[in-house]
């Protein structure tokens, strides 16, 4: 359930401490495989990263809250543009756009990455299926690649081949995420799987629906998760491009991005009956590989 409502948390006065206090705890209140302004980011910069996760994930609650109707939805992210459209021209209520004012006008941040984060949140709610992988990717191109290059502006890396390194990780990242979460999307009627693949390897949506793991399934995913670490690597140059202050963040989120690729085949590519996770254990040998190297 949503619990942070518009006109609810609209009503009260916030300070611009509050606000990205709001931020924080909304963001440490969610889980997530990869690293969000962890202890390894200068403790100054991790309320901006707090307040663009913020906006990111009240946006994607609203995508996917049950009980909505597709027309609910969609006016739902209407209206969170509409705050966003006005927190730019210096009006902010809510808490996250309080916030999000003081990140994007110290840091000259432009309003169409957000925009096209939003464009991927509509898309969740009116696209269930995608024909082949360009359209996966074309996907992601608003879902992850914008939050990469807006926390490399955080950062003040504006170089657009550091960006485009930015984009081949940040797709990997969310490809890892389609392929770890399988069972979780058939739940909510999604699959991300590129349909014209699913057909390629013998395999098909009933076989999907009914959790049927086959060879063709497993070959199916083998190739998934090949072409996703192919682009791990290419964004890899990125880890060693940028400075001390964002570093360590990035090798422990690519080394995370890996390793649940890693997992995923050390099961077998069974993504069908478990959802492969970080245990506690593999996030601390992360962490001590992040300082190494």
Same mark, same amino acid.
């Given at each position: 359930?949503?619990?942070?409502d518009l006109k609810?948390?609209?009503?009260?006065?916030?300070t611009v401490p509050?606000?990205?206090?709001?931020?924080?705890?909304? +963001?440490?209140?969610?889980?997530?495989?990869?690293?969000?302004?962890?202890?390894? %980011?200068?403790? *100054?910069?991790?309320?901006?990263?707090?307040?663009?996760?913020?906006?990111?994930?009240?946006?994607?609650?609203?995508? *996917?809250?049950?009980?909505?109707?597709?027309?609910?939805?969609?006016?739902?992210?209407?209206?969170?543009?509409?705050?966003?459209?006005?927190?730019?021209?210096?009006?902010?209520?809510?808490?996250?756009?309080?916030?999000?004012?003081?990140? %994007?006008?110290?840091?000259?941040?432009?309003?169409?990455?957000?925009?096209?984060?939003?464009?991927?949140?509509?898309?969740?709610? +009116?696209?269930?299926?995608?024909?082949?992988?360009?359209?996966?990717?074309?996907?992601?191109?608003?879902?992850?690649?914008?939050?990469?290059?807006?926390?490399?502006?955080?950062?003040?890396?504006?170089?657009?081949?550091?960006?485009?390194? &930015? *984009?081949?990780?940040?797709?990997?990242?969310?490809? +890892?995420?389609?392929?770890?979460?399988?069972?979780?999307? !058939?739940?909510?009627?999604?699959?991300?799987?590129?349909?014209?693949?699913?057909?390629?390897?013998?395999?098909?949506?009933?076989?999907?629906?009914?959790?049927?793991?086959? &060879?063709?399934?497993?070959?199916?995913?083998?190739?998934?998760?090949?072409?996703?670490?192919?682009?791990?690597g290419e964004g890899?140059?990125?880890? +060693?491009?940028?400075?001390?202050?964002?570093?360590?963040?990035?090798? !422990?989120?690519?080394?995370?991005?890996?390793?649940?690729?890693?997992?995923?085949?050390?099961?077998?590519?069974? %993504?069908?009956?478990?959802?492969?996770?970080?245990?506690?254990?593999?996030?601390?040998?992360?962490? %001590?590989?992040?300082?190494?190297?």
């Amino acid at each position: 359930m949503i619990t942070h409502d518009l006109k609810k948390v609209s009503r009260r006065s916030w300070t611009v401490p509050q606000a990205f206090q709001f931020c924080e705890h909304l +963001t440490r209140d969610h889980y997530e495989n990869f690293p969000v302004a962890s202890v390894l %980011v200068p403790k *100054d910069m991790r309320r901006h990263i707090y307040s663009i996760y913020s906006f990111a994930r009240i946006a994607d609650d609203y995508a *996917d809250e049950p009980g909505l109707t597709t027309a609910e939805r969609m006016d739902s992210l209407s209206e969170w543009e509409e705050h966003l459209i006005d927190a730019y021209r210096g009006h902010a209520h809510h808490p996250v756009f309080i916030a999000l004012r003081e990140t %994007v006008d110290r840091f000259g941040i432009p309003i169409e990455l957000f925009q096209s984060l939003l464009r991927a949140f509509r898309s969740d709610v +009116t696209t269930h299926r995608y024909e082949n992988f360009e359209e996966v990717l074309a996907y992601c191109e608003n879902s992850a690649n914008p939050i990469g290059r807006l926390i490399l502006l955080l950062f003040n890396y504006r170089g657009e081949s550091t960006l485009e390194l &930015s *984009d081949s990780i940040c797709t990997a990242l969310q490809l +890892t995420n389609f392929w770890q979460d399988v069972s979780v999307d !058939l739940l909510k009627d999604r699959v991300y799987i590129p349909l014209d693949d699913i057909r390629e390897f013998g395999y098909s949506e009933e076989e999907l629906f009914q959790h049927s793991f086959t &060879s063709a399934f497993k070959d199916l995913m083998c190739y998934q998760v090949d072409r996703t670490r192919q682009m791990f690597g290419e964004g890899k140059p990125l880890l +060693t491009e940028v400075g001390r202050d964002l570093r360590l963040e990035l090798r !422990l989120t690519w080394k995370g991005g890996t390793r649940i690729l890693q997992k995923i085949e050390e099961a077998e590519y069974d %993504v069908l009956s478990q959802r492969p996770t970080l245990s506690f254990f593999n996030k601390a040998s992360l962490l %001590v590989s992040s300082f190494i190297g």
